[in-house]
């Protein structure tokens, strides 16, 4: 098990998973290691690659935020709602999801500029390797408590 597993494992078997902003700023900064580590980024490439990836990030949570105020909490009471309610709470689920898949592509139009190719394919491995460690550590937390 690498350093960066053991760090993981460590992190995640202390928190609660409340969720709150302190713990998500734990994981992130977990995650820039994780990230930098499995990419091997140079300083130059490091210099130009963050603030990409930064931007990116905050887009994508910015539309996540969006989706889950304006669709998600509504999608609880489906029974409740109109035909006509329904039909624009699809379409603008359906518009949200075209807004992530323009902001996914221009992100990595925009990041293979800046690292390889390869890394740039890398960094989809790792943002997974990543996720799927953090559930790992939390399934395995949960059932242990």
Same mark, same amino acid.
């Given at each position: 098990?690498?350093?960066? /597993? ?26 820039? /290691? ?11 490439? /490091? ?43 699809? /379409? ?54």
């Amino acid at each position: 098990m690498n350093k960066l /597993a053991i760090i993981i494992f460590l992190f995640v078997s202390t928190i609660s998973f409340g969720q709150r902003n302190q713990d998500w700023e734990k994981i992130n900064t977990l995650k820039v /290691a994780f990230i930098t580590e499995k990419l091997s980024l140079s300083s130059k490439e /490091a210099q130009e690659f963050w603030p990409v990836y930064n931007e990116y990030q905050e887009k994508r949570n910015a539309l996540r935020k969006k989706s889950h105020h304006q669709i998600k909490s509504k999608i609880k009471d489906a029974d409740s709602l109109s035909e006509i309610e329904s039909e624009k709470l699809l /379409a603008l689920h359906m518009q949200i999801e075209e807004e992530e898949e323009v902001l996914d592509n221009d992100f990595l139009k925009k990041v293979s500029k800046v690292i390889s190719a390869k890394k740039t394919l890398l960094l989809l491995r790792s943002e997974e390797e990543f996720k799927r460690q953090l559930m790992k550590q939390y399934r395995q937390n949960k059932g242990g408590k």
